[in-house]
């Protein structure tokens, strides 16, 4: 440990390590491995240097550590630009914040292009030793991090499981398509039988076409039509507006909405016809907004576990940092459908209205399994060429699931920062303030270019 590692004292003064070996009566050396290397000394002595660290109010450098240790402490993860706030967001980079806090970890914010995933940054956070690991978030078809940070022995874990390709490394992801199985059938329940999904354009994000597929695989299963009950739009409310009209000219009694954001869209278009969402046409977004209990009526959505995605993301990462060569893991959660006043019963009953409570999806525990067919095995003309299914699924781990979850993971982005030499800050456990849209599992599955239309949900 170099003698001039400092720490201030509750006097003012400045504390140093050999400060506390000549108070302690022993050499720097015996100071510096009660701190890094405590089984080397004896219980006694061990026990006097200890009491005189914690009198003196020492602490030792973090620089030096890292110099000797060549560990940072440091996660990286990368935010992509976003002209406001995502609530959603937020959450998931406050949840992984506050799980590293608590491992002895800080994330370190540093800026991620837009558009589809790329390297930037990543290179020369390396390069500069700064980091002992990364998150990553807004995986896609063709993602290229995963294989590189493997093929350079970097720890990493995905927010947001590998879409396409050889799956790589260790990831936490959300089961979308779970998520829109079981609003279907929430709605089947309450006697709906047409209906729709307004989702985003098809291919523009992983975590949108796998929750299409729940939608498309639940209403298979119980032979509802789905030809002319799908529609498709950018993440924002003018286009949503415009992209429910021929589903609600079409008689849909219900719609299933991709995002909170596509869900207000359509608020507003059954209001301009002076028709009532709930009572007129059902209504169920995707992921659970802060504003989506406050809308009039308040809306049913899929709720995604952030807090618990944050969790394990920081659980596997430090798994794969201490342990470089074990099997990798990968878990898919459930997310909870939360019943509101907008999924009322066909008719605008009272069965669907004001509950307010989180019901589990459909699905069981599952290792690998994808939505293939097996379903009801209706014949019912569809609009989309995917296969059906009713597998549902649940948590997974440690195998590769055939069917999407949301990709959601296109964390956040923000938290308080310090900057640092690389451009980046390092966040500690506040809540995030920048938001990148991404298309990943949990949080934010927007397609990309479209995180405006959640800050309008926001405000």
């Known amino acids: ?56 109010g020492y602490r030792p450098s973090r620089a030096a550590q890292t110099l000797r240790t060549r560990s940072s ?37 540093f800026a ?54 050889r799956q790589i490394g260790d990831w936490v992801d959300v089961d979308g398509a779970s998520g829109t199985d079981a609003a ?64 609600l000219d079409g008689g849909a009694t219900a719609v299933i909405a991709a995002s909170d954001m596509l869900a207000l869209g359509c608020y507003q278009t059954l209001r301009e016809r002076g028709a009532a969402p709930g009572r007129d046409v059902a209504v169920v977004g995707f992921d659970d907004s802060p504003t989506a209990g406050l809308l009039f009526p308040a809306l049913t959505s899929v709720a995604q576990p952030l807090e618990e995605v944050g969790r394990e993301c920081v659980r596997l990462l430090l ?50 399994s994808s939505a293939g067919s097996g379903g009801a095995g209706s014949s019912a003309p569809s609009d989309s060429a995917s296969g059906s299914g009713s597998a549902s699924s649940g948590s997974a781990s440690g195998s590769v699931p055939g069917s999407s979850s949301a990709n959601n993971n296109s964390p956040a982005h923000g938290s308080s920062a310090s900057s640092s030499s690389a451009g980046s800050g390092t966040a500690g456990s506040g809540s995030a303030q920048n938001s990148a849209p991404g298309s990943n599992s949990a949080v934010g599955d927007a397609p990309r270019g479209s995180a405006s239309a959640e800050s309008a949900l926001a405000e």
Do not use: C
Request: hydrophobic residues 40%; aromatic residues 4%; without cysteine.
């Open 184 to 247: 279907v059938e929430h709605l089947v329940s309450l006697g709906h039988r047409r209906i729709a999904f307004l989702g985003w354009e098809r291919g523009s994000s992983a975590a949108g076409d796998d929750r299409a597929e729940g939608w498309l695989r639940a209403m298979r299963r119980h032979g509802l039509p789905t030809r002319g009950r799908r529609a498709q739009s950018v993440n924002e409310i003018d286009a949503a507006r415009t992209a429910v009209r021929p589903l």
């Open 319 to 368: 798994a794969r940092i201490g342990t470089p060569d074990a099997a990798p893991e990968r878990l898919l959660l459930e997310p909870s459908l939360v019943v509101r006043d907008s999924a009322q019963a066909v008719g605008g009953g009272a069965d669907g209205g004001r509950s307010t409570g989180a019901g589990p999806v459909n699905g069981g525990s599952a290792e690998g």
């Open 1 to 56: 440990m170099p003698r001039s590692s400092r720490s201030t004292s509750a006097k003012g003064g400045q504390v140093t390590l050999a400060m506390v070996a000549a108070r302690a009566g022993v050499s720097p050396q015996t100071v510096s491995n009660a701190i890094n290397s405590p089984a080397m000394l004896r219980p006694e002595t061990l026990e006097r240097v200890s009491r005189v660290i914690e009198e003196m």
């Open 112 to 165: 991620a292009p837009p558009g589809l995933p790329s390297l930037d940054g990543y290179e020369e956070l390396l390069d500069q030793h700064e980091v002992d690991g990364f998150v990553l978030s807004g995986t896609e078809h063709g993602d290229p991090r995963q294989a590189w940070l493997a093929k350079r022995d970097v720890p990493f874990v995905g927010f947001g499981r590998m879409w396409s390709g």
């Open 73 to 109: 402490r440091l996660i990286g993860y990368g935010v992509q630009p976003g002209p406001a706030s995502s609530p959603v967001l937020d959450r998931f980079l406050h949840a992984l914040s506050q799980a590293a806090d608590e491992a002895g970890y800080r994330i370190l914010l």
